[in-house]
């Protein structure tokens, strides 16, 4: 993302201009923007002109456009950004007051306007802007009939094909048919990589299955490259990593990037950092469950105690609807920061993300235990009883 200049009072209010250069940078515009704000860019409006002898032409015009925005539209398969909203600015083609839709495009400036820029937003802005790239990783998730083929980048995981091919059971005397299917099945799947898969910002590809169907499919993989001479595979060898999954699924993934060996291979990307830390609660809520909290009212507490050393919060959270509930955990996380805290932000869009929604959404790894939390939690539930019975 590039940031064309940035206009922010002390107050907090003012305005960004920024340029999407990349897919992933929809994603950070998603969060950026919430409802309420304005967002000027330009759009084709389809304006009807009448001529002297009453005969009317319509044109598509090119014209820049002030919206409040009212509704936000995320398409993560084509990355692309819609907004909705009312014209807030005059303009020739658009009266005051009148809905009119966005489409956010890539290399296209837009400017965002806040009535208060929060320590979030100018972070996210911060880590978009950032032209030091973290490694990217491709994952080749399959079993035999089933592939998906993904892209993990810092802030999400994207599905770029689903590959499913019925392969017929083996016969007794007649293998034929499955060995065909599954050969049919391979090629899918290596063209899959090829066409999504950009070796120039991948680092590493991994490739998981149950049994021996990853070792089968990287050994005709590699077999068809050296017959056919792609010097793309050939060249990039050393970057496939072939590891084990219990099933052919997306939510295998998860297990996949808690692999040792993985975690090893990919250690500087975003992805890894987020599914080492979520093990280490989730190892903490099993041996010290007095040190590990999930839920809003619970890590509320630590904090005013001082106690959070790791705090786990969804970027889902920043984007309610809620004015005061996104601003309450602005504070939260302003303040676990300002304690010597550390604060994740787990994208909505990554497996570990996916798992912390699972938990509402926030959880904290505290520096003391603190089990009167879990005695608070016990006296609510009681309370709870004791209601409903009377």
């Given at each position: 993302?590039?940031?064309?200049?940035?206009?922010?009072?002390k107050?907090?209010?003012?305005?960004?201009?920024?340029?999407?250069?990349?897919?992933?940078?929809?994603?950070?515009?998603?969060?950026?923007?919430?409802?309420?704000?304005?967002?000027?860019?330009?759009?084709?409006?389809?304006?009807?002109?009448?001529?002297?002898?009453?005969?009317?032409?319509?044109?598509?015009?090119?014209?820049?456009?002030?919206?409040?925005?009212?509704?936000?539209?995320?398409?993560?398969?084509?990355?692309?950004?819609?907004?909705?909203?009312?014209?807030?600015?005059?303009?020739?083609?658009?009266?005051?007051?009148?809905?009119?839709?966005?489409?956010?495009?890539?290399?296209?400036?837009?400017?965002?306007?806040?009535?208060?820029?929060?320590?979030?937003?100018?972070?996210?802005?911060?880590?978009a802007?950032?032209?030091?790239?973290?490694?990217?990783?491709?994952?080749?998730?399959?079993?035999?009939?089933?592939?998906?083929?993904c892209?993990?980048?810092?802030?999400?995981?994207?599905?770029?094909?689903?590959?499913?091919?019925l392969?017929?059971?083996?016969?007794?005397?007649?293998?034929?048919?499955?060995?065909?299917?599954?050969?049919?099945?391979?090629?899918?799947?290596?063209?899959?990589?090829?066409?999504?898969?950009?070796?120039?910002?991948?680092?590493?590809?991994?490739?998981?299955?149950?049994g021996?169907?990853?070792?089968?499919?990287?050994?005709?993989?590699?077999?068809?490259?050296i017959?056919?001479?792609?010097?793309?595979?050939?060249d990039?060898?050393?970057?496939?990593?072939?590891?084990?999954?219990?099933?052919?699924?997306?939510?295998?993934?998860?297990?996949?990037?808690?692999?040792?060996?993985?975690?090893?291979?990919?250690?500087?990307?975003?992805?890894?950092?987020?599914?080492?830390?979520?093990?280490?609660?989730?190892?903490?809520?099993?041996?010290?469950p007095?040190?590990?909290?999930?839920?809003?009212?619970?890590?509320?507490?630590?904090?005013?105690?001082?106690?959070?050393?790791?705090?786990?919060?969804?970027?889902?959270?920043?984007?309610?609807?809620?004015?005061?509930?996104?601003?309450?955990?602005?504070?939260?996380?302003?303040?676990?920061?300002?304690?010597?805290?550390?604060?994740?932000?787990?994208?909505?869009?990554?497996?570990?993300?996916?798992?912390?929604?699972?938990?509402?959404?926030?959880?904290?790894?505290?520096?003391?235990?603190?089990?009167?939390?879990?005695?608070?939690?016990?006296?609510?539930?009681?309370?709870?009883?004791?209601?409903?019975?009377?």
């Amino acid at each position: 993302m590039k940031v064309v200049y940035q206009n922010i009072g002390k107050d907090g209010d003012g305005s960004v201009a920024l340029i999407p250069e990349e897919p992933e940078d929809m994603w950070h515009a998603y969060n950026l923007i919430s409802e309420g704000d304005s967002v000027r860019a330009t759009t084709i409006r389809k304006v009807q002109t009448e001529s002297s002898t009453g005969s009317s032409t319509s044109n598509r015009i090119r014209t820049t456009l002030t919206i409040s925005v009212e509704n936000i539209d995320f398409d993560t398969q084509a990355c692309m950004l819609r907004l909705k909203g009312r014209n807030i600015e005059e303009n020739q083609y658009v009266k005051m007051g009148a809905y009119h839709t966005l489409d956010l495009e890539l290399n296209r400036k837009f400017i965002l306007r806040k009535q208060e820029w929060d320590s979030v937003s100018l972070e996210r802005i911060e880590q978009a802007s950032d032209p030091a790239k973290s490694a990217d990783v491709a994952a080749v998730v399959m079993q035999e009939g089933l592939a998906y083929v993904c892209l993990i980048t810092s802030s999400m995981t994207i599905v770029r094909a689903k590959i499913d091919v019925l392969i017929p059971r083996k016969r007794k005397g007649c293998v034929q048919q499955h060995e065909k299917a599954l050969l049919k099945f391979y090629d899918q799947v290596m063209q899959a990589i090829l066409r999504h898969v950009n070796f120039d910002i991948v680092k590493c590809v991994l490739i998981a299955s149950p049994g021996f169907v990853r070792d089968q499919f990287y050994d005709y993989m590699f077999q068809t490259a050296i017959k056919t001479d792609n010097k793309l595979l050939l060249d990039n060898k050393s970057k496939f990593m072939l590891v084990h999954s219990s099933s052919g699924f997306k939510h295998s993934l998860k297990e996949v990037l808690q692999d040792p060996s993985v975690m090893n291979k990919i250690s500087d990307t975003k992805a890894a950092s987020e599914v080492k830390i979520m093990e280490t609660f989730y190892t903490m809520l099993q041996c010290e469950p007095a040190k590990a909290f999930y839920g809003k009212k619970h890590v509320l507490k630590a904090n005013e105690a001082q106690a959070v050393e790791t705090l786990m919060i969804s970027d889902k959270l920043f984007r309610c609807t809620d004015v005061s509930e996104r601003k309450e955990y602005v504070r939260l996380v302003d303040s676990v920061k300002e304690n010597g805290g550390d604060v994740k932000i787990f994208s909505s869009l990554h497996v570990s993300g996916e798992q912390l929604d699972q938990l509402t959404g926030i959880a904290a790894i505290l520096r003391f235990p603190m089990p009167e939390l879990e005695d608070s939690d016990d006296s609510d539930e009681e309370k709870e009883t004791e209601d409903t019975n009377k």
